[in-house]
Structures are given as C-alpha cells and as structure tokens.
C-alpha cells in the first residue's frame, strides 16, 4: 500500500522560511511524477509546483515562482517543498500528491500559518 506522510507545517511570521517534506513508503518514486499543493482556508485545492518523472523539470505557480522549492530526495523515498520568503496568503494546508501512473495518490496535509 503507498502511503505519503507531509510533515513541517506550523506557525511563522512573514519573511520565515518553511520546508516541508513528503515520506513515500511501499512505492520508489524514481520515474514518479509528483507535486506539492495548496489550499487557502475556504478556497480550492491549486496546485503550487510539480516535478517531473525524472526529477529534471519542475514548474511554479506565479506566485511562488522564485520563492519555493520543489525537490525529492530518491535515497529518502522523500520529496520536499522549501519555502522562502513566506507571506500570510501562504497559510493554509499543503497536500503532496504522486502519480505512478495508476491513479493519483494524496497525502494528508501539513497546516502552514503565516502571521503578519
């Protein structure tokens, strides 16, 4: 069964940095895609940053463009999101997800609360 355990949330003040992780067990995520997501407190899902099968490529929404981080750690089974420069309209709960191409698998959310 693959499972995906995010830890790292808490509370920081703006300009902190955070960096979450993603535990992935009972799958190797070589030639895995994978992502980080984010939901604001009464808003959708949206996903924030992805990489690529290979762990080459990764993408940004806009607005973290060029303040997170994606990146996986293969001899940890591990994918991370750091995150720099953080601002209160980051608050809200952070989800990892892998597609092993059978179906997309989530994990349960780390809350991140960014105070002003």
């Known amino acids: 069964q693959v499972q995906l355990v995010e830890s790292g949330g808490g509370t920081v003040q703006t300009g902190e940095s955070l960096r979450l992780s993603c535990a992935i067990s009972?799958?190797?995520?070589?030639?895995?895609?994978m992502a980080w997501f984010h939901q604001a407190p009464g808003k959708e899902r949206e996903v924030l940053a992805t990489l690529s099968r290979s762990g080459s490529v990764a993408a940004y929404q806009d607005s973290v463009k060029d303040r997170f981080t994606i990146s996986r750690d293969d001899a940890k089974n591990t994918l991370y999101l750091q995150m720099n420069s953080l601002k209160p309209d980051d608050t809200g709960a952070y989800y990892c997800?892998?597609?092993?191409?059978?179906?997309?698998?989530w994990g349960q959310g780390t809350q991140v609360t960014v105070s002003s």
């Open positions: 997800c892998i597609d092993p191409g059978t179906g997309v698998i």
């Open positions: 009972g799958l190797k995520i070589t030639n895995v895609s």
